[in-house]
């Protein structure tokens, strides 16, 4: 019966302990918002940071996809959100989205660019507290003059091998 418990305590008591686990130390989680001001569907010379962007983390249970944390912050005069969580979240998928830009001509979310997956976990072998996430863009409305000339710099060129 001792044994029986025994064993019965050393599977339930790790369960218990990573039901919610709180980390040590909070991870920063970091990332920037831009304005893709030449519809690129990417970064360029032209991009422009978006200050006062409103950006969610939101973790899911991996089996079912049901919200199970949800967290926003606002970005600074850099177009840069930080946060910190404070809970493990080794068991949940893990998304930076957009939420809203406050210029109105750079309000829609970029294809592909409106969401970054961020591991929220110290039990990966990362050794740093700190997360980067990749940057997230809204698209304006109309490219901006000279777009065209800044677009040229990302041309395919052909090379002689």
């Known amino acids: 019966m001792a044994k029986a418990l025994l064993l019965m305590a050393l599977c339930l008591f790790p369960a218990l ?11 920063k989680v970091e990332g920037k918002v831009y304005c893709d001001t030449c519809r690129a569907g990417f970064e360029t010379s032209a991009t422009t940071y978006i200050a006062g962007a409103k950006v969610r983390i939101e973790c899911r249970e991996r089996q079912t996809m049901d919200l199970v944390y949800s967290k926003e912050a606002t970005t600074d005069s850099s177009g840069t959100y930080k946060m910190l969580i404070s809970e493990d979240h080794a068991d949940e998928v893990c998304d930076a989205l957009l939420v809203s830009s406050p210029q109105a001509d750079c309000a829609a979310a970029s ?4 969401r970054a997956r961020v591991i929220l976990t110290s039990y990966n072998g990362i050794a740093s507290s700190n997360r980067y996430v990749n940057a997230m863009g809204f698209t304006r409305n109309e490219a901006l003059a000279g777009c065209a000339d800044v677009l040229k710099q990302y041309q395919e060129t052909e090379y002689a091998y």
């Not at 302990?17 to 991870?27: G, Y």
């Not at 294809?111 to 409106?114: A, I, L, N, V």
């Open 111 to 114: 294809p592909g660019r409106d």
């Open 17 to 27: 302990a990573t039901a919610s686990r709180p980390v040590k130390d909070p991870l």
